[in-house]
């Protein structure tokens, strides 16, 4: 699914007022701000499921939009960070509720994104303490579609082998497309030592 996140029109908004052209653009500023934060608002939680496998992935509003901001501070390069929630007891459903910014050492281009891992380690010590954890990455393709790259899968399929991680089945999510206009998500399970499984979502 598409998910519109432009912004309303506010043409001829100000038609008629007759006020200094600097107070003009503080309103029209506090305006966009308030008709943002109204589009962010209808952001919902979105699920992701398999019909092969039993895999679901449920993305909460507020991690989507933690994505969507990070996605327009970065303009035209890629982007990203980890994924941080937790798993049901059968171990079916991963559940994110936090999309982290991108570390500080991460490098990023227009077509490439190296995750780096500055702050991670005290982050995911204070998530653990409240009941969560590391589940997976996400990044940006700016301008382009949300399925996965070649270097996307090779870069998950290792983040599984690797036992440092603690995460059998890590998730990565990608946002495609415009943030400040209309993007899309997908989502993709790694379960270590078997084949990638990508995840429909779960249309409501």
Avoid at 6 to 27: D, H, W
Avoid at 87 to 105: G, K
Avoid at 138 to 152: E, L, Q, T
């Amino acid at each position: 699914m598409t998910y519109s996140y432009g912004r309303p029109s506010v043409q001829n908004s100000f038609a008629g007022l007759s006020v200094r052209q600097g107070e003009s653009m503080n309103i029209l500023s506090r305006c966009l701000m308030a008709l943002s934060r109204e589009s962010r608002m209808s952001i919902k939680d979105v699920t992701f499921s398999s019909e092969v496998a039993l895999y679901t992935v449920v993305i909460s509003s507020s991690a989507i939009e933690q994505m969507v901001s990070e996605c327009l501070k970065a303009g035209v390069n890629e982007t990203g960070g980890i994924l941080i929630g937790s798993y049901s007891e059968d171990s079916s459903t991963a559940m994110i509720v936090e999309s982290t910014t991108r570390p500080a050492d991460s490098l990023a281009g227009r077509t490439t994104f190296q995750r780096g891992v500055r702050g991670l380690r005290p982050l995911l010590h204070a998530r653990w303490k409240t009941g969560l954890y590391y589940v997976g990455e996400w990044h940006f393709h700016p301008g382009g579609s949300p399925k996965p790259s070649g270097d996307d899968f090779r870069s998950m399929t290792s983040i599984a082998a690797n036992p440092g991680y603690q995460c059998l089945e890590p998730v990565m999510i990608i946002l495609g497309g415009d943030p400040a206009g209309s993007y899309s998500l997908s989502a993709s399970v790694f379960p270590r030592g078997d084949a990638p499984i990508r995840l429909r979502e779960v249309l409501i």
